[in-house]
């Protein structure tokens, strides 16, 4: 597996049955049952050819019964599970995912590619505790993972934003990517022929990060 997908199964809760949403190769489900974490898992994929993929690697659980592959636009067509995971999407098709799913699963570990702000609102606001949530670096790149279980839960503005995770406990990878993103907002406020209306809205966007580069990290 990837690092990314290593951070991803590390964060997967113990369950009786699991489902992965745009599963791929089903790497994620063959791990979940190989260590034990889950004793039924559901690999779904909108991709046919993706989808042969995830059923030739877990052929064997899926002859011992404890494993099946079903091609499904999200949710819709999967049976009813305890845990989903949905990775590697961007955060408004996560919210769709989630709303047009027939059933609630009771814990949910997301990876949203963007709009992670937008899917915390959703879930705190459609009945879900946001459990863990926070930014980890692999092959390159920053990733966003938001655990949470069935409940209540109110976010602040900030939190939204940028994950209680992140805020409550910043890690190394949550402060370097909060600097990149001010030196980016610097960059574009440089770059030719730009207002000085959206000059201005960078740097003060760049200003405002500031307080989030220069916390007390608990690492």
Same mark, same amino acid.
């Given at each position: 597996?990837?690092?990314?997908?290593?951070e991803?199964?590390?964060?997967?809760?113990e369950?009786?049955?699991?489902?992965?949403? &745009?599963?791929?190769? *089903?790497?994620i489900?063959e791990?979940?049952?190989?260590? &034990?974490?889950c004793?039924?898992?559901?690999?779904?994929?909108?991709?046919?050819?993706?989808?042969?993929?995830?059923?030739?690697?877990?052929?064997e659980?899926?002859?011992? &019964?404890?494993?099946?592959?079903v %091609?499904?636009? *999200?949710?819709k067509?999967v049976?009813?599970?305890?845990?989903?995971?949905?990775?590697?999407? *961007?955060?408004?098709?996560?919210?769709?995912?989630?709303?047009?799913?027939?059933?609630?699963?009771?814990?949910?570990?997301?990876?949203?590619?963007k709009?992670?702000?937008?899917?915390?609102v959703?879930i705190?606001e459609?009945?879900?505790k946001?459990?863990?949530?926070?930014?980890?670096?692999?092959e390159?790149?920053?990733?966003? %993972?938001?655990?949470?279980?069935?409940?209540?839960d109110k %976010?602040?503005a900030?939190?939204?934003?940028?994950?209680?995770?992140?805020?409550?406990?910043?890690?190394?990878?949550?402060?370097?990517y909060?600097?990149?993103?001010?030196?980016?907002?610097?960059?574009?406020?440089?770059?030719? &022929?730009l207002?000085?209306e959206?000059?201005?809205e960078f740097?003060?966007?760049?200003?405002?990060?500031?307080?989030?580069?220069?916390?007390?990290?608990?690492?």
């Amino acid at each position: 597996m990837t690092e990314r997908l290593k951070e991803i199964f590390s964060l997967l809760p113990e369950c009786e049955s699991f489902a992965d949403v &745009g599963c791929d190769h *089903g790497y994620i489900a063959e791990a979940m049952l190989k260590s &034990g974490k889950c004793k039924r898992a559901v690999m779904s994929d909108v991709s046919e050819k993706c989808l042969e993929k995830a059923k030739k690697l877990n052929a064997e659980f899926i002859k011992n &019964g404890v494993a099946e592959a079903v %091609l499904s636009d *999200g949710l819709k067509k999967v049976p009813r599970t305890e845990c989903v995971l949905i990775a590697g999407m *961007g955060g408004e098709e996560i919210i769709k995912i989630l709303s047009e799913s027939p059933f609630v699963p009771e814990k949910i570990l997301l990876q949203p590619m963007k709009n992670a702000d937008k899917v915390r609102v959703y879930i705190a606001e459609n009945g879900y505790k946001i459990l863990k949530d926070y930014i980890f670096f692999a092959e390159g790149k920053y990733y966003v %993972l938001i655990l949470a279980e069935r409940g209540a839960d109110k %976010l602040t503005a900030e939190e939204a934003e940028f994950g209680r995770t992140n805020l409550q406990n910043p890690s190394e990878a949550f402060v370097r990517y909060v600097k990149e993103e001010i030196a980016r907002r610097i960059k574009f406020s440089s770059a030719k &022929g730009l207002s000085e209306e959206k000059r201005a809205e960078f740097l003060n966007d760049a200003e405002r990060l500031k307080k989030y580069a220069d916390v007390k990290r608990t690492l």
